[in-house]
């Protein structure tokens, strides 16, 4: 294996060999300003005041890397500190690649507090100035996996930098260099999935074609109660789907000005109703000190993680002692109520009173993934600029090569899209990234075995199978579409909330998915996942800018294939594309969903 390969891509090299993009405490404070000191100054300030301080920072912080204005967000908070600090600090952050505030820095710092600040009036919230302190320290300690493997700490990307990169590389094995790359694969799984940004306009569209509109056609729903998700969901809670949406754009339009603390009288002048803050109360929301009884408890099993994801997205409202709710992510806020979490919720709750109930909606939402994966597969197929592309299924493939006294039907993904030279074979995978990597509590050998049994023995298999059914038989109704030359591009489609694809992951699968996948036909591509997010950015590129999908991919794959693992959306900078239009469905959707949660409050004069 050439070193070179991860030299290709700067992203990758910055990342695994300690270059700093983060800004840390040494640099600016000569100290690591580590746990001992941040407990300093959590012990003299007031839990709550300094814990609104965080949340509204981290949602200002959440809203401008939306926007993309995330360092004029830094920048600010820079020219608002202390001189000492802000005189160190203003020409670091003037560097675009250099960054001192982060959402994974400000949650832990939200946990520090909760578990050391005391209740004490008298008690000011912590200054900017010991915030910034304090966040520096958790930069220091976020780069923990270069450390452990004593990388050395390389801060440009300048012609002597790649030089001590290659040093490095060369000086490693073939062996030790994958060994390096599954260590850092595991820190890049839960950095991504903990800091991806997910705007409600995104998942407004997702949330309405999975829950709001019926249930495909075929899918077994006879154990449950109701034509849809939403239905279904109304049942089983007593409140209506639609008005626990409107409660989370009231929350989430407010946090975007900075607004994280509701009392329950002003949510009720909003116009929530009592049956809806009934429902949060009982599965949103934490108290402060159940929330530190966790934390202590994590600590306890030595689980001193910085990320502590799955307890506060799934309660994301924190009820202080005065009553008042706060709400600590705005980010994990909206995806506890317009992402993933919900099905969790419906889930247990049909299953404590049914278990088979419980077990027929979770298929039945797989199958609701799978159609709705279809339609956008067959949206991009039908743009009127991309005539010459044809779409296949399982059921056509299935019965096109299906052999007479056969035991039953051959082992074939969900779509194949075919144009011109490429074509893209998919299957899809409502399956979301397991706890312990989420976390930045796993390990290379447990993500090396969710990459085993998820994919190489199951959703790979099924890829190769099918493209070597297309190779020896041709496109089921037209041979012709199939060649010796047809270049294969193999997808598996996930939630947003499922494994993060990062450099790291791209290169550890597809090298071992070769053995798998290359003998299937003559021409390959690495096999790769995307999201549904990814789908829709596909089809938006479609739909606004000409773009073709099939060969974006098939661009993509094609630089991995010559030892140049990237990202799909960075590939898309690469080529000039930084635009990440919303398909024309999708902002329709999007816009008549937020006019109707918004007009469905009542508020009370």
Not at 4 to 11: D, H
């Amino acid at each position: 294996m050439s070193s070179n390969r991860s030299l290709m891509n700067p992203a990758v090299a910055s990342r695994a060999f300690g270059m700093k993009a983060a800004i840390a405490a040494r640099e600016v404070l000569g100290t690591a300003f580590d746990r001992d000191d941040r407990e300093g100054v959590w012990r003299g300030v007031n839990v709550y005041g300094s814990l609104q301080v965080v949340a509204e920072l981290l949602a200002r912080l959440d809203s401008a890397i939306i926007s993309d204005t995330r360092m004029e967000v830094e920048r600010a908070w820079v020219g608002a500190l202390g001189p000492e600090l802000r005189e160190a600090l203003e020409p670091l952050t003037a560097a675009d690649h250099r960054g001192l505030i982060s959402p994974r820095g400000l949650m832990q710092c939200a946990r520090e507090v909760i578990l050391s600040a005391p209740d004490d009036d008298t008690l000011d919230p912590v200054s900017s100035d010991d915030l910034t302190r304090c966040l520096l320290g958790m930069n220091t300690e976020h780069d923990h996996v270069s450390s452990q493997l004593d990388m050395p700490e390389i801060r440009g990307f300048d012609a002597e930098s790649v030089a001590q990169i290659e040093s490095v590389l060369d000086g490693l094995s073939d062996e030790g260099l994958r060994e390096l790359m599954r260590t850092f694969a595991v820190d890049e799984v839960a950095t991504l999935a903990y800091e991806k940004p997910e705007t409600i306009e995104t998942l407004l569209p997702h949330l309405h074609d999975l829950w709001r509109r019926p249930w495909p056609q075929g899918t077994k729903v006879d154990r449950l109660t109701g034509e849809s998700p939403a239905m279904v969901f109304e049942a089983a809670f007593s409140v209506p789907f639609n008005d626990v949406l409107a409660f989370g754009r009231l929350i989430i339009d407010r946090a975007t000005t900075g607004h994280v603390r509701f009392t329950t009288d002003e949510l009720r002048a909003a116009g929530v109703p009592d049956r809806v803050l009934t429902h949060v109360e009982k599965h949103m929301v934490i108290s402060l000190t159940d929330l530190r009884q966790s934390f202590r408890d994590q600590e306890e099993q030595g689980l001193a993680t910085a990320w502590s994801r799955f307890t506060v997205q799934r309660y994301p409202l924190v009820r202080l002692p005065d009553g008042a709710l706060l709400l600590l992510r705005a980010q994990m806020g909206a995806q506890r109520i317009f992402g993933d979490l919900p099905f969790f919720d419906l889930r247990e709750e049909l299953r404590t009173s049914n278990p088979r109930a419980g077990k027929q909606f979770e298929q039945a939402m797989n199958d609701i993934f799978e159609a709705r994966v279809g339609e956008g597969i067959r949206r991009i197929a039908a743009q009127p600029h991309l005539h010459d592309v044809a779409v296949t299924t399982e059921p056509v493939m299935q019965k096109a090569w299906t052999t007479p006294g056969a035991s039953g039907p051959p082992s074939v993904c969900d779509f194949v899209m075919v144009r011109g030279r490429y074509c893209v074979v998919a299957d899809a995978n409502n399956r979301r990234l397991i706890a312990p990597l989420s976390e930045g509590q796993g390990d290379p050998e447990l993500l090396d075995g969710d990459i085993e049994r998820n994919l190489l023995e199951h959703k790979f298999t099924q890829l190769t199978s099918t493209i070597k059914l297309l190779a020896d038989n041709g496109w089921p109704g037209d041979g012709s579409r199939i060649t010796p030359d047809t270049i294969f591009v193999p997808l598996v489609i996930t939630p947003d909330a499922g494994l993060p694809y990062s450099e790291f992951v791209d290169f550890q699968i597809s090298e071992r998915a070769h053995p798998l996948l290359s003998p299937a036909a003559r021409y390959v591509a690495p096999p790769a996942l995307i999201t549904v997010t990814d789908l829709m950015i596909l089809e938006g590129l479609a739909d606004h800018m000409g773009g073709d999908p099939v060969k974006i991919l098939a661009d993509w794959r094609a630089l991995a294939s010559r030892g140049i693992p990237i990202r799909l959306q960075n590939m898309l900078d690469l080529f000039g594309l930084p635009a990440r239009p919303m398909p024309k469905r999708a902002v329709g959707r999007m816009r008549r969903l937020s006019a109707e949660l918004r007009d469905r409050l009542a508020p009370h004069a």
